[in-house]
């Protein structure tokens, strides 16, 4: 399913992106929420006043366990492009895993962000790349607050707290509008704690020039 939008508020777009096309890439696990995740921060760049978003499955359908992957795109004009992302701007990896699988920074743009559900630092991933790294460790967050769904730990909505410290791409706000209007009343608390705790704890290890 894919989801596109042209903002007709009249509102000013996000000055935190600097470029005509931004584009994210998310890895993650079926049942942990990526494509949601994708969908989330589409609507959050909506809200903030983008005329062109869209966030789309990468991969076929989702499947529970195995590999996915979603895209994210935000712009000022309309977005025509509906090509699996090649060179993103931000990848985000809700699984560590997936670090080993090929391809999951394939093509990460220099200077831009690695994402990853981690306890440990960015330093100690092991990856190389020109990119910054951030991590946090979304799955004890989730565990901690109980966002549990049939026995899998969903990390979709905690991982956007890193999301948004790292990229300043869309802000927190827009981001809990996103949630309010998508989750039923009695779930928007839970991930919205989750997405701060988040948020609080992520590392960063930016880029040396």
């Known amino acids: 399913m894919e989801i596109t939008g042209a903002n007709a508020m009249g509102t000013n777009p996000s000055t935190n992106i600097n470029k005509s096309l931004y584009e994210i890439r998310w890895h993650g696990r079926g049942g942990q929420g990526a494509i949601t995740a994708a969908k989330i921060v589409a609507q959050a760049a909506f809200l903030e006043g ?42 985000v990896v809700l699984d560590q895993t997936l670090l080993k699988r090929d391809g999951v920074t394939s093509g990460l743009s220099t200077g831009g962000w690695l994402i990853v559900n981690s306890g440990v630092d960015p ?32 990390v979709n ?34 991930n919205l704690a989750a997405i701060a705790r988040t948020y609080e704890m992520t590392k960063l290890e930016e880029l040396r020039k």
């Open 50 to 91: 983008y005329r062109g978003v869209t966030a789309a499955p990468s991969f076929g359908a989702e499947r529970r366990g195995a590999p996915v992957s979603a895209s994210t795109r935000i712009s000022q004009e309309p977005v025509m492009v509906m090509s699996q992302v090649e060179n993103p701007d931000v990848v």
């Open 123 to 154: 330093k100690e991933l092991g990856v190389e790349g020109r990119f910054n790294i951030a991590t946090a460790d979304a799955t004890r967050v989730c565990q901690e607050l109980g966002l549990i769904v049939s026995g899998l730990i969903v």
């Open 157 to 190: 909505t905690a991982i956007l707290g890193a999301f948004i410290r790292a990229t300043k791409a869309v802000s927190m706000p827009s981001v809990e509008k996103a949630i309010k209007g998508r989750f039923p009343k009695e779930a928007v608390e839970i």
